[in-house]
Protein backbone atom coordinates (compact mmCIF):
# COMPACT_ATOMS: atom_id res chain seq x y z
CA UNK A 1 0.00 0.00 0.00
CA UNK A 2 2.82 2.33 1.34
CA UNK A 3 4.81 1.52 -2.05
CA UNK A 4 1.68 1.83 -4.12
CA UNK A 5 0.73 5.59 -3.44
CA UNK A 6 3.91 7.07 -3.26
CA UNK A 7 5.12 4.85 -5.98
CA UNK A 8 1.95 6.74 -8.02
CA UNK A 9 3.24 9.73 -6.71
CA UNK A 10 6.40 9.14 -8.13
CA UNK A 11 4.86 8.50 -11.26
CA UNK A 12 2.75 11.21 -12.32
CA UNK A 13 5.83 13.42 -10.74
CA UNK A 14 7.62 11.61 -13.21
CA UNK A 15 5.35 12.71 -15.97
CA UNK A 16 5.18 16.05 -15.45
CA UNK A 17 8.97 16.29 -15.32
CA UNK A 18 9.18 14.55 -18.75
CA UNK A 19 5.72 16.60 -20.04
CA UNK A 20 7.98 19.71 -21.50
CA UNK A 21 10.09 17.24 -23.32
CA UNK A 22 6.96 15.26 -24.82
CA UNK A 23 5.45 18.48 -25.59
CA UNK A 24 8.27 19.84 -27.45
CA UNK A 25 8.29 16.78 -29.36
CA UNK A 26 5.12 17.80 -30.34
CA UNK A 27 5.52 21.21 -30.79
CA UNK A 28 8.10 20.07 -33.38
CA UNK A 29 5.76 18.45 -35.54
CA UNK A 30 3.07 20.85 -35.14
CA UNK A 31 5.65 23.40 -36.29
CA UNK A 32 6.71 20.48 -39.28
CA UNK A 33 3.33 20.21 -40.47
CA UNK A 34 2.44 23.61 -40.30
CA UNK A 35 4.59 24.77 -42.47
CA UNK A 36 3.83 22.31 -44.87
CA UNK A 37 -0.02 22.85 -44.40
CA UNK A 38 0.15 26.77 -44.71
CA UNK A 39 1.08 27.51 -47.90
CA UNK A 40 -1.39 29.62 -49.86
CA UNK A 41 -1.86 31.14 -53.13
CA UNK A 42 -0.19 34.38 -51.41
CA UNK A 43 2.63 32.87 -49.39
CA UNK A 44 4.72 29.33 -48.99
CA UNK A 45 6.56 28.65 -45.87
CA UNK A 46 10.04 26.81 -45.39
CA UNK A 47 11.85 25.55 -41.83
CA UNK A 48 15.14 27.32 -41.61
CA UNK A 49 16.29 26.22 -38.28
CA UNK A 50 14.51 24.54 -35.17
CA UNK A 51 16.94 24.16 -32.06
CA UNK A 52 14.77 21.98 -29.60
CA UNK A 53 15.24 22.50 -25.79
CA UNK A 54 13.62 20.70 -22.91
CA UNK A 55 11.31 23.61 -22.03
CA UNK A 56 11.93 25.83 -24.87
CA UNK A 57 12.50 26.06 -28.62
CA UNK A 58 13.55 28.20 -30.91
CA UNK A 59 12.63 28.42 -34.70
CA UNK A 60 13.31 30.28 -37.94
CA UNK A 61 11.02 30.60 -40.78
CA UNK A 62 11.27 31.83 -43.88
CA UNK A 63 7.99 33.35 -45.57
CA UNK A 64 8.17 33.56 -49.49
CA UNK A 65 5.13 35.76 -50.88
CA UNK A 66 3.72 35.38 -54.36
CA UNK A 67 0.74 36.08 -56.71
CA UNK A 68 -0.86 39.62 -55.58
CA UNK A 69 0.86 40.04 -52.45
CA UNK A 70 4.07 39.84 -54.08
CA UNK A 71 3.04 41.96 -56.72
CA UNK A 72 2.04 44.52 -54.41
CA UNK A 73 5.20 44.34 -52.12
CA UNK A 74 7.20 44.87 -55.32
CA UNK A 75 5.39 47.92 -56.30
CA UNK A 76 6.24 49.26 -53.13
CA UNK A 77 9.70 48.41 -53.17
CA UNK A 78 9.53 45.86 -50.27
CA UNK A 79 10.92 42.36 -50.20
CA UNK A 80 9.07 39.40 -51.38
CA UNK A 81 10.53 37.14 -48.47
CA UNK A 82 11.16 37.21 -44.94
CA UNK A 83 12.49 35.21 -41.67
CA UNK A 84 10.43 34.98 -38.51
CA UNK A 85 12.35 34.02 -35.23
CA UNK A 86 10.16 32.24 -32.77
CA UNK A 87 10.75 31.60 -29.22
CA UNK A 88 8.39 28.28 -28.39
CA UNK A 89 7.75 27.22 -24.61
CA UNK A 90 6.72 24.01 -23.87
CA UNK A 91 3.82 24.15 -21.41
CA UNK A 92 1.56 21.62 -20.06
CA UNK A 93 -1.92 22.15 -21.80
CA UNK A 94 -0.59 23.57 -25.10
CA UNK A 95 2.43 25.11 -26.95
CA UNK A 96 3.07 28.87 -27.05
CA UNK A 97 5.41 31.10 -29.21
CA UNK A 98 6.28 34.89 -29.66
CA UNK A 99 7.50 35.09 -33.38
CA UNK A 100 9.21 38.79 -34.66
CA UNK A 101 10.51 39.51 -37.62
CA UNK A 102 14.23 38.89 -38.14
CA UNK A 103 16.00 42.41 -38.91
CA UNK A 104 18.20 41.87 -42.08
CA UNK A 105 19.95 45.04 -43.02
CA UNK A 106 18.12 45.77 -45.75
CA UNK A 107 14.82 45.09 -44.13
CA UNK A 108 16.12 47.72 -41.25
CA UNK A 109 17.27 50.36 -43.66
CA UNK A 110 13.12 50.17 -44.49
CA UNK A 111 11.76 50.15 -40.82
CA UNK A 112 13.49 52.27 -39.17
CA UNK A 113 12.47 55.08 -41.63
CA UNK A 114 8.95 54.27 -39.72
CA UNK A 115 10.10 52.80 -36.21
CA UNK A 116 12.90 54.16 -35.57
CA UNK A 117 14.61 52.84 -32.75
CA UNK A 118 12.52 50.06 -32.11
CA UNK A 119 13.95 46.63 -33.11
CA UNK A 120 10.85 44.68 -33.10
CA UNK A 121 7.96 46.62 -34.89
CA UNK A 122 6.21 43.82 -35.79
CA UNK A 123 5.13 40.67 -32.95
CA UNK A 124 2.39 37.77 -33.43
CA UNK A 125 2.09 35.83 -30.80
CA UNK A 126 0.45 31.95 -30.81
CA UNK A 127 -1.02 29.76 -28.42
CA UNK A 128 -1.25 26.37 -29.68
CA UNK A 129 -3.11 23.75 -27.91
CA UNK A 130 -2.52 19.83 -27.94
CA UNK A 131 -5.32 20.06 -30.59
CA UNK A 132 -3.88 22.06 -33.19
CA UNK A 133 -6.36 24.88 -32.95
CA UNK A 134 -3.97 28.11 -31.94
CA UNK A 135 -4.87 31.62 -30.79
CA UNK A 136 -3.25 34.52 -31.91
CA UNK A 137 -2.69 37.98 -31.50
CA UNK A 138 -0.26 40.31 -34.42
CA UNK A 139 1.06 44.07 -33.23
CA UNK A 140 2.39 46.53 -35.59
CA UNK A 141 3.72 49.64 -33.78
CA UNK A 142 2.58 52.61 -34.52
CA UNK A 143 4.54 55.02 -37.05
CA UNK A 144 5.47 57.77 -38.98
CA UNK A 145 6.62 57.65 -42.53
CA UNK A 146 7.99 60.86 -44.75
CA UNK A 147 8.90 60.79 -47.82
CA UNK A 148 9.75 63.91 -50.53
CA UNK A 149 6.53 66.14 -49.43
CA UNK A 150 4.00 63.53 -47.80
CA UNK A 151 3.80 62.04 -44.53
CA UNK A 152 1.57 59.18 -43.50
CA UNK A 153 0.90 58.24 -40.13
CA UNK A 154 -0.90 55.29 -38.06
CA UNK A 155 -1.25 54.13 -34.82
CA UNK A 156 -1.01 50.06 -33.43
CA UNK A 157 -2.54 47.66 -35.59
CA UNK A 158 -3.67 44.67 -33.81
CA UNK A 159 -5.12 41.69 -34.95
CA UNK A 160 -6.53 38.94 -32.94
CA UNK A 161 -8.26 35.65 -33.59
CA UNK A 162 -8.48 31.88 -33.68
CA UNK A 163 -7.55 29.72 -36.62
CA UNK A 164 -8.08 25.48 -36.37
CA UNK A 165 -6.07 22.99 -37.34
CA UNK A 166 -8.37 22.47 -40.48
CA UNK A 167 -7.56 26.53 -41.38
CA UNK A 168 -10.86 27.88 -40.36
CA UNK A 169 -9.88 31.35 -39.40
CA UNK A 170 -11.91 33.65 -37.06
CA UNK A 171 -10.18 36.74 -36.29
CA UNK A 172 -11.00 41.04 -35.68
CA UNK A 173 -8.54 44.30 -35.99
CA UNK A 174 -8.56 47.65 -34.84
CA UNK A 175 -6.72 50.76 -36.32
CA UNK A 176 -7.64 53.72 -34.39
CA UNK A 177 -6.79 56.01 -36.39
CA UNK A 178 -5.01 56.62 -39.89
CA UNK A 179 -3.28 59.84 -41.63
CA UNK A 180 -2.08 61.11 -44.18
CA UNK A 181 -1.23 64.86 -46.04
CA UNK A 182 1.32 66.37 -48.21
CA UNK A 183 2.61 69.92 -48.99
CA UNK A 184 -0.29 70.70 -51.65
CA UNK A 185 -2.65 70.37 -48.82
CA UNK A 186 -4.20 67.00 -49.84
CA UNK A 187 -4.82 64.76 -46.76
CA UNK A 188 -6.59 61.61 -45.91
CA UNK A 189 -7.59 61.30 -42.48
CA UNK A 190 -9.68 58.07 -41.01
CA UNK A 191 -11.05 57.40 -37.34
CA UNK A 192 -11.46 53.98 -35.81
CA UNK A 193 -11.36 51.10 -38.26
CA UNK A 194 -12.43 47.80 -36.90
CA UNK A 195 -12.93 44.58 -39.01
CA UNK A 196 -13.57 40.63 -39.00
CA UNK A 197 -13.38 37.42 -40.92
CA UNK A 198 -14.57 33.88 -40.49
CA UNK A 199 -14.01 31.60 -42.66
CA UNK A 200 -11.50 28.95 -44.49
CA UNK A 201 -9.35 29.28 -48.02
CA UNK A 202 -10.38 26.46 -50.03
CA UNK A 203 -9.39 26.32 -53.92
CA UNK A 204 -8.39 29.88 -54.35
CA UNK A 205 -11.23 30.93 -53.01
CA UNK A 206 -12.64 32.69 -49.86
CA UNK A 207 -15.71 30.93 -47.89
CA UNK A 208 -16.83 32.60 -44.92
CA UNK A 209 -17.72 36.79 -44.07
CA UNK A 210 -15.70 39.38 -43.80
CA UNK A 211 -17.03 43.09 -42.49
CA UNK A 212 -14.94 46.45 -42.69
CA UNK A 213 -16.51 49.52 -40.68
CA UNK A 214 -14.80 53.10 -41.11
CA UNK A 215 -16.28 55.32 -38.31
CA UNK A 216 -15.44 58.63 -40.03
CA UNK A 217 -13.31 59.64 -42.70
CA UNK A 218 -12.47 62.91 -44.01
CA UNK A 219 -10.72 63.79 -47.82
CA UNK A 220 -9.16 67.11 -48.44
CA UNK A 221 -8.39 68.18 -52.11
CA UNK A 222 -5.71 70.64 -50.93
CA UNK A 223 -7.64 73.69 -52.27
CA UNK A 224 -9.60 74.30 -48.98
CA UNK A 225 -12.36 71.58 -50.07
CA UNK A 226 -13.08 68.56 -47.74
CA UNK A 227 -15.46 65.52 -48.07
CA UNK A 228 -16.32 63.60 -45.13
CA UNK A 229 -17.75 59.70 -44.57
CA UNK A 230 -19.52 58.65 -41.57
CA UNK A 231 -20.53 54.79 -40.48
CA UNK A 232 -18.71 53.70 -43.16
CA UNK A 233 -19.62 49.91 -43.54
CA UNK A 234 -18.85 46.83 -46.25
CA UNK A 235 -19.77 43.72 -45.72
CA UNK A 236 -18.80 40.25 -48.23
CA UNK A 237 -19.67 36.56 -48.02
CA UNK A 238 -19.12 33.92 -49.90
CA UNK A 239 -21.19 30.88 -49.55
CA UNK A 240 -20.64 27.17 -50.82
CA UNK A 241 -23.47 25.03 -52.03
CA UNK A 242 -22.54 22.05 -51.52
CA UNK A 243 -26.13 20.30 -51.83
CA UNK A 244 -26.21 21.25 -55.65
CA UNK A 245 -25.07 19.68 -58.42
CA UNK A 246 -22.85 20.88 -59.73
CA UNK A 247 -21.36 22.92 -56.37
CA UNK A 248 -22.74 26.16 -56.33
CA UNK A 249 -21.08 29.07 -54.75
CA UNK A 250 -23.12 32.25 -53.49
CA UNK A 251 -21.73 36.09 -53.30
CA UNK A 252 -22.71 38.87 -51.37
CA UNK A 253 -22.03 41.95 -51.08
CA UNK A 254 -23.21 45.46 -49.15
CA UNK A 255 -21.84 48.79 -48.57
CA UNK A 256 -23.57 50.98 -46.04
CA UNK A 257 -22.37 54.43 -45.35
CA UNK A 258 -24.66 56.32 -42.40
CA UNK A 259 -23.73 60.42 -44.33
CA UNK A 260 -21.62 61.58 -46.50
CA UNK A 261 -20.55 65.62 -46.81
CA UNK A 262 -19.74 67.59 -49.75
CA UNK A 263 -17.13 70.15 -49.79
CA UNK A 264 -20.29 72.17 -50.46
CA UNK A 265 -21.63 70.79 -46.83
CA UNK A 266 -24.64 68.78 -49.39
CA UNK A 267 -25.21 66.04 -47.40
CA UNK A 268 -26.49 62.57 -48.55
CA UNK A 269 -27.90 59.88 -46.38
CA UNK A 270 -28.47 56.29 -45.90
CA UNK A 271 -26.36 55.27 -48.63
CA UNK A 272 -27.58 51.11 -49.29
CA UNK A 273 -25.98 49.24 -52.09
CA UNK A 274 -26.24 45.80 -51.77
CA UNK A 275 -24.74 43.63 -54.71
CA UNK A 276 -25.15 39.66 -54.84
CA UNK A 277 -24.02 36.62 -57.36
CA UNK A 278 -25.38 33.65 -56.76
CA UNK A 279 -25.89 30.20 -58.09
CA UNK A 280 -22.41 30.59 -59.61
CA UNK A 281 -20.21 27.61 -60.39
CA UNK A 282 -17.85 26.59 -58.34
CA UNK A 283 -15.55 25.12 -60.39
CA UNK A 284 -15.23 28.19 -62.97
CA UNK A 285 -14.78 30.27 -59.84
CA UNK A 286 -12.16 28.63 -58.38
CA UNK A 287 -10.47 28.15 -61.73
CA UNK A 288 -11.03 32.34 -62.05
CA UNK A 289 -9.38 32.75 -58.91
CA UNK A 290 -6.50 30.17 -59.71
CA UNK A 291 -5.32 31.94 -63.14
CA UNK A 292 -5.72 35.21 -61.63
CA UNK A 293 -3.27 34.48 -59.08
CA UNK A 294 -1.03 33.17 -61.83
CA UNK A 295 -1.29 36.17 -63.30
CA UNK A 296 -0.05 38.25 -60.86
CA UNK A 297 3.07 36.25 -61.22
CA UNK A 298 3.89 36.69 -64.40
CA UNK A 299 1.49 34.23 -66.45
CA UNK A 300 1.45 30.82 -67.56
CA UNK A 301 1.83 28.87 -71.15
CA UNK A 302 -2.56 28.94 -72.14
CA UNK A 303 -3.68 31.19 -68.97
CA UNK A 304 -5.06 33.40 -71.21
CA UNK A 305 -7.73 30.62 -73.29
CA UNK A 306 -8.03 28.97 -69.76
CA UNK A 307 -9.56 32.03 -68.40
CA UNK A 308 -11.93 32.62 -71.46
CA UNK A 309 -12.93 28.98 -71.52
CA UNK A 310 -13.68 29.63 -67.38
CA UNK A 311 -15.57 32.60 -68.29
CA UNK A 312 -17.71 30.75 -70.65
CA UNK A 313 -18.46 28.07 -67.86
CA UNK A 314 -19.41 30.42 -65.61
CA UNK A 315 -22.17 32.26 -68.04
CA UNK A 316 -23.39 28.82 -69.84
CA UNK A 317 -23.60 27.08 -65.88
CA UNK A 318 -26.04 29.94 -65.38
CA UNK A 319 -26.10 32.51 -62.53
CA UNK A 320 -28.08 35.60 -60.58
CA UNK A 321 -27.00 39.15 -60.66
CA UNK A 322 -29.18 41.14 -58.08
CA UNK A 323 -28.60 44.90 -57.31
CA UNK A 324 -31.32 44.83 -54.38
CA UNK A 325 -31.28 47.42 -52.33
CA UNK A 326 -29.45 50.46 -54.05
CA UNK A 327 -31.08 53.77 -52.10
CA UNK A 328 -29.77 57.14 -51.13
CA UNK A 329 -31.48 59.99 -49.28
CA UNK A 330 -30.62 63.43 -50.93
CA UNK A 331 -31.85 66.51 -50.11
CA UNK A 332 -33.99 66.51 -52.80
CA UNK A 333 -35.50 63.14 -51.48
CA UNK A 334 -35.09 59.37 -51.80
CA UNK A 335 -33.46 57.78 -54.86
CA UNK A 336 -33.68 53.65 -54.92
CA UNK A 337 -32.97 51.36 -57.42
CA UNK A 338 -33.57 47.33 -57.75
CA UNK A 339 -32.39 45.29 -60.30
CA UNK A 340 -33.08 41.83 -60.94
CA UNK A 341 -30.83 39.59 -63.77
CA UNK A 342 -30.43 35.85 -64.18
CA UNK A 343 -28.67 33.90 -66.81
CA UNK A 344 -30.52 30.68 -67.53
CA UNK A 345 -27.87 27.71 -67.95
CA UNK A 346 -27.05 27.04 -71.89
CA UNK A 347 -25.57 24.06 -73.72
CA UNK A 348 -22.89 23.36 -72.67
CA UNK A 349 -21.81 21.21 -76.22
CA UNK A 350 -23.13 24.79 -78.07
CA UNK A 351 -21.44 27.26 -79.43
CA UNK A 352 -21.25 30.22 -77.11
CA UNK A 353 -21.79 34.04 -78.33
CA UNK A 354 -23.57 37.35 -77.55
CA UNK A 355 -26.89 36.63 -79.16
CA UNK A 356 -27.16 33.43 -76.89
CA UNK A 357 -26.01 35.38 -74.23
CA UNK A 358 -29.17 37.41 -74.00
CA UNK A 359 -31.56 34.58 -74.95
CA UNK A 360 -31.03 33.26 -71.29
CA UNK A 361 -31.43 36.46 -69.81
CA UNK A 362 -34.43 37.41 -67.73
CA UNK A 363 -35.12 40.35 -65.63
CA UNK A 364 -36.45 43.44 -63.96
CA UNK A 365 -35.77 47.32 -63.43
CA UNK A 366 -37.30 49.49 -61.27
CA UNK A 367 -35.53 52.66 -60.71
CA UNK A 368 -37.25 55.54 -58.39
CA UNK A 369 -36.13 59.08 -58.82
CA UNK A 370 -37.43 62.86 -57.09
CA UNK A 371 -39.15 64.25 -59.98
CA UNK A 372 -36.66 67.83 -59.45
CA UNK A 373 -33.48 65.70 -60.35
CA UNK A 374 -34.90 65.10 -64.08
CA UNK A 375 -35.54 68.96 -64.79
CA UNK A 376 -33.16 69.33 -66.89
CA UNK A 377 -34.08 69.77 -70.53
CA UNK A 378 -31.72 66.16 -71.55
CA UNK A 379 -33.56 64.26 -69.05
CA UNK A 380 -37.16 65.54 -69.65
CA UNK A 381 -36.68 64.10 -73.77
CA UNK A 382 -35.32 60.63 -71.99
CA UNK A 383 -38.40 61.00 -69.46
CA UNK A 384 -41.04 61.62 -72.17
CA UNK A 385 -39.53 58.74 -74.46
CA UNK A 386 -40.06 56.13 -71.84
CA UNK A 387 -42.95 57.39 -70.96
CA UNK A 388 -44.52 57.08 -74.19
CA UNK A 389 -43.12 53.24 -74.58
CA UNK A 390 -45.23 52.46 -71.36
CA UNK A 391 -41.47 52.43 -68.86
CA UNK A 392 -42.38 55.47 -66.70
CA UNK A 393 -45.00 56.92 -64.71
CA UNK A 394 -45.00 60.35 -63.03
CA UNK A 395 -46.50 61.34 -59.52
CA UNK A 396 -46.15 65.15 -58.27
CA UNK A 397 -43.10 64.15 -56.73
CA UNK A 398 -41.28 60.99 -57.82
CA UNK A 399 -40.69 59.77 -61.54
CA UNK A 400 -40.84 56.12 -61.22
CA UNK A 401 -39.56 53.31 -64.16
CA UNK A 402 -40.57 49.91 -64.39
CA UNK A 403 -39.57 47.40 -67.09
CA UNK A 404 -39.37 43.22 -67.11
CA UNK A 405 -36.66 41.54 -69.53
CA UNK A 406 -37.05 38.57 -71.27
CA UNK A 407 -34.37 37.45 -73.64
CA UNK A 408 -34.13 40.29 -76.29
CA UNK A 409 -37.51 42.08 -75.59
CA UNK A 410 -38.08 44.62 -72.70
CA UNK A 411 -41.56 44.93 -71.47
CA UNK A 412 -43.39 47.41 -69.72
CA UNK A 413 -45.69 47.25 -67.28
CA UNK A 414 -48.92 48.01 -70.11
CA UNK A 415 -47.75 45.10 -71.95
CA UNK A 416 -45.76 47.23 -74.47
CA UNK A 417 -42.48 45.75 -75.57
CA UNK A 418 -39.34 47.17 -77.16
CA UNK A 419 -35.64 45.21 -78.26
CA UNK A 420 -33.31 45.34 -75.71
CA UNK A 421 -30.71 47.52 -77.31
CA UNK A 422 -33.76 50.03 -78.10
CA UNK A 423 -34.37 49.90 -74.55
CA UNK A 424 -30.52 50.61 -73.30
CA UNK A 425 -30.84 53.42 -76.37
CA UNK A 426 -33.63 55.54 -74.72
CA UNK A 427 -31.54 54.98 -71.04
CA UNK A 428 -28.31 56.97 -72.72
Not at 237 to 256: C, D, F, I, M, W
Request: hydrophobic content about 40%.
Amino acid sequence: MFLGKYGAIAGGLAVVACWPFATGQIAHSMYEREVDQRATADFTLEQQTYERGYLSSQAVTRVQFKGESKALLEQSGLPVAYEVASDISHGVLGVSSSNTLVMTPDLQAITQKMWPGNPTPIRLDLDTLMTGASDYHLTVAPFSLSEANSNLTASELSVKGEIDRKGRVNASFLLPALAFNDDNGQQLKVDTVTGSGKGYLQDSLWIGNQSLSIEQAQLGNGEGQTAQLAQVKLEIGNELVESASPRKLNNTNQLTVGEITLPDQTRWRNLVVALDANHLDYTAMSQIALLSSQWQEGGAPGSASAMERAVVDLLQSGLSVNLSPASLTLPEGDVSVDMRFNLSGGDAAGEFGLNQLVSQLSGNLDVAVPNVLLSRSAWREKVHHLSSAGFVTQSDQQTTLTAQIEGNQVMASNGNAVPLMQFVMFLL
